[in-house]
């Protein structure tokens, strides 16, 4: 328990070192801001490796096997109903609980002077996520290429990029980048390799990754695509 | 930092750990009673496990909002003041770099790959090709905030491409890919690198920060996807040059 504390407290401290570093650096040469903001700077920066510290092992301990476990778990019963159903919960939940998705559909609200409700963006982008993820385990099940789609899912965006109301397009990208939170990410990769692990001849690597990011393509499409609509 | 600013913090962080914690504790408990049944013994180590994972979050967060956000946008403001605007591409490189570098969800990201593939993609290849990418756009993203030059003439140049490599690249590097775009915008990047955005923006002035601030974050989104497919290029092309 303690070797793997030093492990990871090591790790931790490489991990913010050189960022830690450079600021430092620039507040020497070219930031010069006040002492009472640097020492503030120094002062949480302990906090931050700490945090990280107990991130990483909480992580290894309990996220991760939690995932591994429900992910093994979810082919047993053998309905791929089942599977996309959770799949969507899964993506669903967690987008609607990521404080970011609501400052982001706070800001919807004021750009549209009201005209579309806040509440309304938050199930719209928790529903884009949700398909996404359920689409994408499937995918692992059926073993369909993930390159079409992706392939797919990005000319869409693309295309997208260009029919919806301009206001709404960089709203849609960054409604894409919020939906990923930390605690999420783990258990989403686990319960992706949980289930490629009890699937014959495949291969975790290839079939473990690509949720994550397919989740956040389908906050993309669903806000842009509500734009459309809303206009 | 003021001590009711600092309470404020408290609260808000502390509600925010709640949030992410709370959908995944209803989960697993639905599920364990439903279909995994495990031995207490696991049941122990994955809600030990979960609370360190929130404590360690709680820190985390904290330390970010006390250190990172605020000197962020103090470190933004010092460079969007600068009269020469192309400093702000090898600025943007090397914040871009360090700060991908320490952030926790693309280190387990990394990890995970790792162990996944059996240390065919070891972390040690992972881990800087995706702060390259992030580097590389973090510096495009400051110097268009600097020069004004709209987003979407980034952001579909960048799609564009990422889906030319896409169909030239192999599933495993496409999927590690979209990933890497997940986790890169983590919340070192959410407030440190956005701070920065800020910052830059407002030196400026006569700007909007929050679109223009925003806008970095989905280059940020965007890069790692690019940086890892076309690292899975080059490790194929190295492969087929062996094998001739």
């Known amino acids: ?231 | 930092m003021d001590v009711a600013l600092l309470i404020d913090e408290l609260k808000a962080t502390f509600w925010s750990v709640l949030t992410a914690l709370v959908p995944l504790a209803v989960f697993f408990a639905a599920f364990q009673i439903f279909l995994l049944k495990l031995p207490r013994g696991d049941v122990r180590s994955i809600v030990i496990g979960s609370a360190l994972a929130a404590a360690g979050l709680f820190l985390f967060l904290m330390g970010v909002a006390i250190a990172f956000l605020p000197f962020g946008r103090a470190v933004g403001a010092a460079l969007g003041a600068l009269e020469q605007k192309w400093l702000l591409l090898p600025a943007g490189l090397l914040l871009g770099y360090v700060t991908t570098w320490g952030e926790p969800a693309v280190r387990i990201l990394a990890d995970q790959v790792d162990e996944a593939s059996n240390g065919a993609l070891p972390r040690r290849l992972v881990l800087p090709t995706i702060c390259i990418g992030v580097a590389i756009y973090t510096g495009l993203g400051l110097l268009r905030i600097g020069y004004e030059i709209p987003l979407l003439y980034l952001l579909v140049p960048g799609y564009v491409l990422a889906l030319v490599i896409l169909w030239l690249s192999d599933t495993t590097f496409a999927a590690v890919a979209v990933d890497a775009g997940g986790v890169a915008t983590g919340p070192l990047a959410n407030t440190f690198l956005l701070a920065l955005a800020f910052g830059v923006s407002g030196a400026i002035g006569n700007q909007d920060p929050v679109l223009h601030g925003f806008g970095l974050v989905a280059l940020i989104a965007l890069a790692p996807i690019i940086s890892v497919m076309t690292l899975g290029l080059l490790v194929r092309r190295k492969e087929a040059r062996k094998e001739q």
């Open chain 1, 1 to 231: 328990m303690i070797s793997e504390l030093k492990q990871r407290l090591s790790e931790a401290s490489r991990a913010v070192a050189p960022l830690f570093g450079l600021v430092c650096l620039l507040q020497f040469t070219l930031v010069h801001a006040p002492a009472a903001l640097f020492l503030q700077f120094i002062a949480g920066t302990p906090l931050v490796i700490g945090g990280m510290m107990l991130l990483f092992m909480g992580v290894e301990i309990g996220i991760l096997p939690m995932g591994r476990f429900i992910g093994a778990a979810l082919p047993r019963r053998g309905s791929i109903t089942l599977i996309m159903a959770v799949a969507f919960a899964v993506g669903f939940a967690v987008t609607v609980a990521e404080p970011d998705v609501l400052i982001l559909a706070g800001q919807v609200e004021r750009m549209s002077q009201g005209a579309i409700n806040g509440t309304i963006v938050l199930y719209v982008v928790a529903l884009g996520v949700g398909t996404c993820v359920a689409l994408a385990m499937a995918r692992i099940v059926y073993g369909t290429s993930l390159r079409l789609l992706l392939g797919t899912a990005f000319a869409a965006v693309l295309v997208l990029s260009f029919f919806a109301p301009s206001a709404f397009v960089p709203l849609a990208y960054d409604a894409g980048s919020v939906t990923t939170g930390i605690l999420t990410a783990p258990v989403v990769i686990a319960l992706a390799i949980g289930l490629s692990s009890v699937l014959a001849g495949r291969s975790a690597a290839a079939d473990g990754f690509g949720l994550l990011g397919f989740a956040s393509i389908g906050a993309i499409i669903a806000v842009m695509i509500m734009g459309m609509v809303m206009q």
